[in-house]
């Protein structure tokens, strides 16, 4: 592409929008057409699941997707990510593969996003508005504007509902933001949840590097001292890779905020493993030890500046050389997406006196976030032999990173995690043969564009797993124990 070639917001609608519209004139359920063209789906479909496969290459054989690719160490403008049977990426290359089905999606390939910092089971409820400034984590949570609105509906949700509502809604959300890998999930079953999404907390890709705490241990006789001491021993043993510690939430003059590096220290909790999350009141020196030891740095700018007027001396870290990974903390007060929250921290960097590229702030949500959770192996790079965790984005602007930068929920086309479509085009889902594999796939209407949606699979009784429910089912029973649940599309 030429780069001087103005590249206008895309908003392709594609041929499912069309399929469903012919459908409903002529009176068949929605999805359903007698089209038979690639993008058209063959068979017949309910109007809120897709069953039926749908006309592409023999279903299981390999494609590629063809877009402006962000590969491992290079951009391939255009350039081809195929990927097998079996969910791994064959091969990122500049030339088209043969004999391979080919998806032109005319959009930035990049590395499924890694969110380093979020709170899903709470991702159900709207963005709360603080009335007030807080001086840490402890005042807020004290509240009780905070109880009323946020904690006691929580509560009674966690106890009404089936196990992993709350969390496969909060993934879906995930999904529909371009995430595939997501830290943070806390509820009982989440370390058992087959997740649409990776939690690089919990068990991921057959062991579990990643550990969490919000909360560090007050002292001896704290129940949170034995977690503590088992997480620093497996620290020690190499099982654990990746240690996310909440620490120094808050104003940087308020006193328990600042008391809380020396506090962890004392725990002897800064290890090469601890990832500390927020360190809105560290100072440059204590930034410094964290380099020093080669901690790491996850900041989630939009949430510190809603609750406390301030947040994380984020240009210091990277001046001293800390790895900084980014997420948005939660929805209640961060930002709707981890696209959005990459925008309010390139503009806190600049007004903090150190402007980053695009590239940089890409890299923070994709391979440095990788890096972080000591999964840089697996997940991260777009390259051979790699899970084929993949998003794909509309075109915003001849730079693919600038490109990244402007793109919001509404210009994810396609998410794929191990090679399976999760989130996508209904038009695109045509053309892959989505379907025939006995999951129940359901159509939704996200910013006017008809798009797939897969919510998994699920234990069921007595061993095994089953579909999981639809994101419609998700919402009915949130809706019926809470009407104020924050919608995903919107």
Request: charged residues 20%.
């Amino acid at each position: 592409m030429d780069p001087s070639e103005p590249i206008s917001r895309r908003r392709v609608l594609g041929a499912g929008v069309a399929i469903a519209a012919a459908a409903t004139a002529s009176g068949l359920p929605l999805g359903c057409s007698s089209d038979t063209s690639r993008a058209a789906h063959a068979g017949a479909m309910s109007d809120d699941t897709i069953k039926a496969p749908l006309a592409r290459h023999v279903s299981g054989d390999a494609f590629a997707l063809k877009g402006c690719v962000v590969a491992e160490h290079t951009v391939l403008d255009p350039g081809y990510v195929t990927i097998d049977p079996s969910g791994q990426i064959a091969a990122v290359s500049a030339s088209a593969p043969t004999s391979t089905y080919v998806l032109d999606t005319d959009g930035v390939v990049l590395p499924g996003l890694i969110d380093l910092h979020n709170h899903p089971e709470w991702n159900i409820f709207p963005p709360w508005e603080p009335p007030q400034r807080y001086g840490n984590r402890y005042e807020w949570r004290a509240s009780p504007v905070y109880e009323q609105l946020v904690a006691e509906p929580e509560a009674k949700l966690a106890e009404s509902l089936p196990l992993q509502t709350q969390l496969r809604y909060a993934e879906v959300r995930s999904l529909v933001g371009g995430v595939t890998a997501i830290q943070g999930a806390s509820s009982p079953d989440a370390a058992t949840l087959t997740s649409t999404i990776r939690t690089v907390d919990q068990e991921v890709f057959g062991t579990r590097i990643g550990r969490s705490m919000v909360d560090l241990p007050l002292g001896e006789g704290d129940p949170l001292m034995a977690t503590l001491r088992a997480n620093l021993a497996d620290i020690e043993a190499g099982r654990v890779k990746a240690f996310y510690v909440h620490l120094a939430e808050g104003a940087r003059d308020d006193p328990e905020t600042l008391a809380e590096f020396a506090h962890l220290e004392k725990l002897h909790g800064l290890t090469p493993a601890t990832v500390v999350i927020h360190g809105a009141g560290l100072t440059r020196s204590q930034l410094g030890d964290l380099r020093d030891v080669g901690a790491k740095l996850v900041w989630s700018p939009q949430s510190n500046l809603r609750l406390y007027g301030e947040t994380t001396r984020a240009a210091d870290a990277l001046d001293v050389g800390v790895t900084l990974g980014i997420g948005p903390d939660w929805l209640p007060s961060g930002s709707a997406s981890l696209l959005a929250e990459l925008r309010t921290a390139r503009q806190v960097l600049a007004d903090q006196g150190h402007p980053v590229t695009a590239a940089f702030l890409v890299r923070a949500v994709t391979s440095t976030a990788a890096t972080i959770a000591g999964l840089d192996q697996h997940i991260g790079t777009l390259a051979a032999r790699r899970p084929a965790d993949v998003t794909v984005l509309s075109r915003l602007h001849a730079d693919p990173f600038e490109s990244v930068l402007l793109s919001d929920r509404n210009d994810v086309d396609a998410v794929f995690v191990q090679g399976a479509l999760a989130y996508g085009r209904a038009d695109w889902a045509g053309q892959l043969g989505v379907g025939g594999d006995g999951r129940a796939r359901q159509l939704a209407y996200a910013w006017g564009r008809l798009m797939v949606l897969d919510t998994g699979t699920e234990p069921a009784p007595g061993g095994g797993t089953r579909p999981a429910a639809t994101l419609d089912e998700l919402r009915r029973r949130l809706l019926a124990a809470h009407p104020q649940v924050g919608p995903i599309f919107a």
